[in-house]
């Protein structure tokens, strides 16, 4: 399976993005999917996830803000009032399971991360 990534950019404060990523090489229509991010000089942290049922489950500090969504094998991420502290690479994940999952270690595959940049 390969998850590629994209739709990272440079936005002010308070602005918007969408992030997609597409799974090639295996329909992961009923596996769940999430995302992710690292900051600079910080662990990667969980930011949203899609299960195979499709529950969303969202980190405290995007609730309400990131709407995660799929269509298929595309997952998509809409940043909607954008932080500064939002600025990571924002990576993509898939799991071979229906069952959710909110930790890294959880994850079968990973795309190549995208730079979200949040300015001021």
């Known amino acids: 399976v390969q998850l590629q990534a994209s739709g990272g950019g440079l936005v002010q404060a308070g602005g918007s993005l969408r992030l997609s990523c597409t799974a090639s090489?295996?329909?992961?229509?009923?596996?769940?999917m999430g995302w992710f991010r690292q900051a600079p000089l910080k662990e990667r942290e969980f930011v949203a996830a899609i299960n195979g049922f499709g529950g969303m489950h969202y980190a405290d500090s995007v609730k309400g803000r990131f709407p995660i969504s799929r269509d298929g094998s595309t997952m998509y991420l809409r940043m909607n009032s954008l932080k500064l502290e939002d600025t990571a690479v924002y990576y993509c994940?898939?799991?071979?399971?229906?069952?959710?999952?909110?930790?890294?270690?959880?994850?079968?595959?990973w795309g190549q991360g995208t730079q979200v940049t949040v300015s001021s």
């Open positions: 994940a898939a799991r071979t399971s229906r069952l959710p999952a909110l930790t890294h270690s959880e994850y079968d595959y």
């Open positions: 090489g295996r329909t992961l229509g009923s596996y769940t």
